[in-house]
C-alpha cells in the first residue's frame, strides 16, 4: 500500500455523523498491556542512571508483583485507551512471573471484552531460572495450541541461555509463528546479533534494534516515545532494510501520538525525513493484524487520513470505531461494551494493591 494514504479511507463511510477524516483502525505493534497500571507507581529507591537500572528497579519489581487479579485490570484499562485512541488491534509481549499460566488468556478476554483485536507473546526469560524459563515457554504453546492468536515471546537474549532462545524459536518454527523479542535495546543486550543470527526468520517481530549491530530477518518494531524515555539512542529505522512498524513499549496505544514523536525523532536525525515515511510504519501494522484495516475509526479533524497535516496537529481524538463487521465499539469517544467509570475504578483499585506490594 502506499505510505502517502492509508488504505479504503472513505468519508462516504462515515456512518455515526461525525465531522472527521475516517481511515481503518490502527494497529498498535508493540505493548505492554501488563504496564497500564505502573503510572503512578512508587518510585525506587534510588534513581535509575541507566537502561539496566531501569529494567531492574522498575519493570522487573513491577512484573514480578503482578498477579491475574492486577494483569486483568490493566489489560483492560489499557484496551479501552487504546481504542479511544483508534487503535482496534494490539501486538502484546507479556510478563509476570509469579502468574504465568494462563496469563495471556487473561489479556485475551480482557481485550474480546472490550473489542481489541490482539497477537500475544509470553516473554520467556531466564532471570527467573531454568524453570521460569520453561513455564513461560509452556505458557506460549498452551496458548497457541488452543487456537490463542500470537507469536512465541522472549524476553530478549540478554536474559536468555542460548538453549532458552534456541528452543523458543524452535517452538515457534513447529506452531508456525513468529518469535516477538526486544533486540539489542540497550547496551547490556548488545550480543543480541550475534546471537540471534542464526535463530532469526522473516516472521520475527525484532522489537528496537537500537543497537543491533548487523542485519536480522523480521519486521522491526520502532518505540520511539520509549526509547528516548529510557535515554538508549536513536536506532535509525528507515535507515534498516527491515520493514518497520510502530509501538509504544507499553506507554498508551495511541498511535496518531507515537506516530508524531517517530516523524519527529526521525527528523532530528535527518532534517530531509518527511512523516510520509513514519505513517507508513503505522500502515505496516496491518501484517501483523490485518482485520484492523477493516474497522473504521472517524477522528476529531478532517485531515486525519494526512501524515503532514496529523504530523502537527496534537490532540486528534477518535470519536466513533466500528468494526468490520458493523458493531460500534465506541461512539462520542465513549466505549460501548465496558463502562469507562467502572473499567477505571477497577483499575484504580488494582493499582492500589500492586503499589501496596511494591
Ligand atoms: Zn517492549
Not at 89 to 116: F, R, T, Y
Amino acid at each position: 500500500m502506499k505510505a502517502t494514504s492509508p488504505p479504503n479511507v472513505s468519508r462516504a463511510g462515515r456512518n455515526l455523523g461525525a465531522m472527521g477524516a475516517v481511515t481503518p483502525g490502527l494497529v498498535c505493534s508493540h505493548h505492554h498491556l501488563y504496564s497500564t497500571l505502573a503510572r503512578g507507581m512508587p518510585a525506587p529507591p534510588r534513581t535509575p542512571t541507566g537502561f539496566a537500572e531501569i529494567l531492574e528497579q522498575i519493570w522487573w519489581r513491577l512484573d514480578t508483583a503482578l498477579d491475574l487479579d492486577m494483569l486483568r485490570a490493566s489489560a483492560r484499562l489499557g484496551a479501552v485507551e487504546a481504542l479511544l485512541a483508534g487503535t482496534t488491534g494490539i501486538v502484546d509481549h507479556h510478563e509476570s512471573p509469579n502468574a504465568i499460566e494462563g496469563s495471556l488468556d487473561v489479556i485475551a478476554d480482557a481485550c474480546a471484552e472490550v473489542g481489541v483485536r490482539t497477537s500475544l507473546a509470553y516473554g520467556v526469560t531466564d532471570r527467573h531460572g531454568p524453570d521460569g524459563a520453561r513455564r513461560g515457554l509452556a505458557e506460549n504453546e498452551r496458548f497457541l495450541r488452543a487456537g490463542g492468536r500470537g507469536m512465541v515471546g522472549v524476553h530478549a537474549a540478554f536474559t536468555c541461555t542460548d538453549d532458552t532462545l534456541a528452543a523458543a524459536a524452535g517452538l515457534a518454527a513447529e506452531l508456525g509463528v513468529g518469535v516477538h523479542i526486544h533486540v539489542a535495546e540497550g547496551s547490556p543486550d548488545e550480543a543480541a546479533g550475534a546471537r540471534l543470527e542464526p535463530l532469526a526468520a522473516d516472521d520475527w517481530l525484532i522489537v528496537h534494534c537500537v543497537r543491533l549491530d548487523r542485519e536480522l530477518p523480521g519486521l522491526l518494531a520502532h518505540n520511539p516515545r520509549s526509547n528516548m524515555n529510557n535515554a538508549v539512542g536513536y536506532g535509525r529505522p528507515a535507515r534498516k532494510r527491515n520493514d518497520v512498524v510502530l509501538g509504544t513499549d507499553g506507554i498508551g496505544a495511541d498511535m496518531l501520538e507515537e506516530f508524531r514523536l517517530a516523524y519527529v525523532a526521525h527528523r532530528a536525525d535527518d532534517v530531509t525525513a518527511s512523516p510520509d515515511t513514519a505513517w507508513s510504519w503505522i500502515t505496516n501494522g496491518y501484517r501483523l493484524l490485518p482485520e484492523c484495516e477493516g474497522d473504521r475509526v472517524t477522528w476529531s479533524y478532517d485531515h486525519a487520513d494526512s501524515p503532514w497535516h496529523v504530523a502537527f496537529t496534537p490532540g486528534i481524538r477518535a470519536l466513533d470505531v466500528v468494526a468490520a463487521d458493523g458493531e460500534v465499539l465506541v461512539e462520542g469517544g465513549r466505549p460501548t461494551r465496558v463502562h469507562l467509570d467502572e473499567v477505571r475504578a477497577h483499575a484504580a483499585e488494582q493499582a492500589a494493591r500492586l503499589f501496596a506490594l511494591l
